[in-house]
T-cell receptor, first 114, second 114 residues
Framework: AQSVTQPDARVTVSEGASLQLRCKYS??????LFWYVQYPRQGLQLLLK??????VVQGVNGFEAEFSKSNSSFHLRKASVHWSDSAVYFC????????????FGHGTILRVHP | DPKIIQKPKYLVAVTGSEKILICEQY?????MYWYRQSAKKPLEFMFS???????DNQTASSRFQPQSSKKNHLDLQITALKPDDSATYFC?????????????FGSGTRLTVL
């Protein structure tokens, strides 16, 4: 069984500040890891994904995430946030069995003060 | 233009009634899915279809029936509606095989059962 924990339900930062959104996962197999973002009144959009290789993966809009097997984490980062980054961010894990079955965290609501 | 269209965006139903949630995707994908996001629960996998065939069903109730009339359609019929069915239902799609975990989501149908 797999699970994802996003310990921060809400995060508020000022525009231009750096950001880290935390994600911890549990998986009995080597996981495939994802970050999705949901803007108001829209569907989820993929920010980035990690399968293997370099533990730091780059995504869209300046986001990156770092995989840590020892910490079972996949934290999302951005060096300088913009007010338009305000959204809900979801971390997800899959077994990589090509089933399209992802296990999501509860999400973190990010608010960026302009 | 949205590539995955879900209709309606909002739906109010009475207990015991039946509703159909519509999903069409124009990404040329052959795998389609339904996910559900209930209040205070993370996004949960419900069904997966590949080439119009049911691949996985994680719903415990037969009241939820996916219907695929065309390869780019995956509707969701819900019968004998209950208040606990109130949720936002997301349709998603992907390429099958090794890209199956890269999901593209619609903007959801928010269902309220009174």
């Amino acid at each position: 069984a797999q699970s994802v924990t996003q310990p921060d339900a809400r995060v508020t930062v000022s525009e231009g500040a750096s950001l880290q959104l935390r994600c911890k996962y549990s998986s009995s197999v080597t996981p495939y890891l994802f970050w999705y973002v949901q803007y108001p009144r829209q569907g989820l959009q993929l920010l980035l994904k990690y399968y293997s290789g370099d533990p730091v993966v780059q995504g869209v809009n300046g986001f990156e995430a770092e995989f840590s097997k020892s910490n079972s984490s996949f934290h999302l980062r951005k060096a300088s946030v913009h007010w338009s980054d305000s959204a809900v961010y979801f971390c997800a894990v899959s077994s990589g069995a090509n089933t399209g079955k992802l296990t999501f965290g509860h999400g973190t609501i990010l608010r960026v003060h302009p | 233009d949205p590539k995955i269209i879900q209709k309606p965006k909002y739906l109010v139903a009475v207990t015991g009634s039946e509703k159909i949630l519509i999903c069409e995707q124009y990404l040329g994908h052959n795998a389609m899915y339904w996910y559900r996001q209930s209040a205070k629960k993370p996004l949960e996998f419900m069904f997966s279809y590949s080439y119009q065939k049911l691949m996985d069903n994680q719903t415990a109730s037969s009241r939820f029936q996916p219907q695929s009339s065309k390869k780019n359609h995956l509707d969701l019929q819900i019968t004998a509606l209950k208040p606990d069915d109130s949720a936002t239902y997301f349709c998603a799609s992907s390429l099958p095989g090794t890209s199956a975990e890269t999901l593209y989501f619609g903007s959801g149908t928010r269902l309220t059962v009174l």
